[in-house]
């Protein structure tokens, strides 16, 4: 088998996240976004995490900083394999403050994923908490995506130049 014969076996479709920074637009209501104030169901409990953090050893509920949210509308055209749902919105949270790993099982809950299978249309922009960090609050960027291949980086465990 030649290498590109190898390459073609061992590729991986991929979704790539871009981000529109050249116009600073922000994106609409219930569009895939990274940071800003997410687009939430009206009865969502805004995730916390207890810990303590590096300025004090106080240990309290801190809310997660939002990441992002992801339109599953809007990505599933590049969801070559469809493992993705068709539609609803996948939302991004982490603890910011603290930074955890996520190599401990104290860390659990530093970082969470929820899954909205509502109407997009049900969906409002909501408020950070009072007690989020000003530090811990991403500024809005819109982000579009790409369909892209990957290959592992071990591609040569694929590979044997003596076949």
Known sequence: MNPEQIFEQIKLNTIE????????????????KFGGNPDLPPNFNWPY???DTFEDSEIKPRPLSFLMQINCEEVSVYDDDGLLPKKGMLYFFYELFTMTWGFSPQ???SAKVFYYDGEIEDLVPADFPEDMEKDCIIPESK?????????????????????
């Open 49 to 51: 995490y207890t810990t």
């Open 107 to 109: 860390d659990r809950g």
């Open 143 to 163: 982000i579009n995506f790409e369909s892209m291949n990957d290959y592992p980086i071990d591609f040569l465990d694929y590979y044997d130049p003596d076949d």
């Open 17 to 32: 996240i871009v981000f529109d920074q050249k116009n600073n637009i922000k994106a609409k209501n219930g569009t895939s």
